[in-house]
């Protein structure tokens, strides 16, 4: 079974450093891959996703991610980090194939910003 | 597109009672998830409909959780007997697809808070 690893329970920034958050994932094939962030009281929003091609993506909000299959990761990442970024991020995957697409998300990482 | 709702917001029952929640998905799309967050984890996949077939529903988590989507339009997740251990927050999720593929972004909603006494 897939499975998805943030390694990072909390990460503390200061307003305009760079970000980077970590995601590995376990699964045989290269699944889909996800950025979700959640801010409190509010549902989960997609920032950007993987499905195949360039291994550098694009989101909304500033944030790109990098896939690398050698290591089984998808680390999602911000130049410049804004007081309003502070949220709860999560990485999930979905298997490329099977029919069901069940997504598994990663425990969640949540980031604090410093003025 | 007013987005995904979901009603209640909030719930609080007490032990062994029966509670229902409610989700309006994005009403052109055909796809209709639900999920469980406890805290400090991610989303847990419940359950989901392809317009109103539930597709999938091996991952419902006891045979107190059922889900129904009646039309393909709204869909209700009731928790019969709540238990204690069934706080959480109660995510839906809508999307357009077509059957046998997943390539489009989930739309969440709020999520429901359940507090069992």
């Known amino acids: 079974a897939q499975s998805v690893t943030q390694p990072d329970i909390h990460i503390t920034v200061s307003e305009g450093a760079s970000l980077e958050l970590r995601c590995n994932y376990s699964y045989g094939a290269t699944p889909y891959l996800f950025w979700y962030v959640q801010s409190p009281g509010q549902g989960l929003q997609l920032l950007l996703k993987?499905?195949?091609?360039?291994?550098l993506v694009q989101g909304i909000k500033g944030f790109e991610a990098e896939f690398k299959r050698s290591q089984s990761s998808f680390n999602l990442r911000k130049p410049s980090v804004h007081w309003s970024d502070a949220a709860e991020y999560f990485c999930a995957v979905v298997p490329p194939s099977g029919g069901s697409y069940i997504p598994t998300f990663g425990r969640g990482t949540s980031l604090i910003v410093h003025p | 597109d007013t987005g995904v709702s979901q009603n209640p917001r909030h719930k609080i029952t007490k032990r062994g009672q029966n509670v229902t929640f409610r989700c309006d998905p994005i009403s052109e799309h055909n796809r209709l998830y639900w999920y469980r967050q406890t805290l400090g984890q991610g989303p847990e996949f419940l359950t989901y409909?392809?317009?109103?077939?539930?597709?999938?529903k091996s991952r419902l988590l006891s045979d107190r959780f059922s889900a129904e989507r009646p039309k393909g339009s709204f869909s209700t997740l009731e928790i019969q007997r709540t238990e204690q251990g069934d706080s959480a927050m109660y995510l839906c999720a809508s999307s357009y697809g077509l059957a046998g593929t997943y390539v489009y972004e989930q739309f969440f909603g709020p999520g429901t808070r359940l507090t069992v006494l």
């Open positions: 993987y499905f195949s091609g360039d291994t």
């Open positions: 409909f392809q317009n109103e077939a539930q597709l999938e």
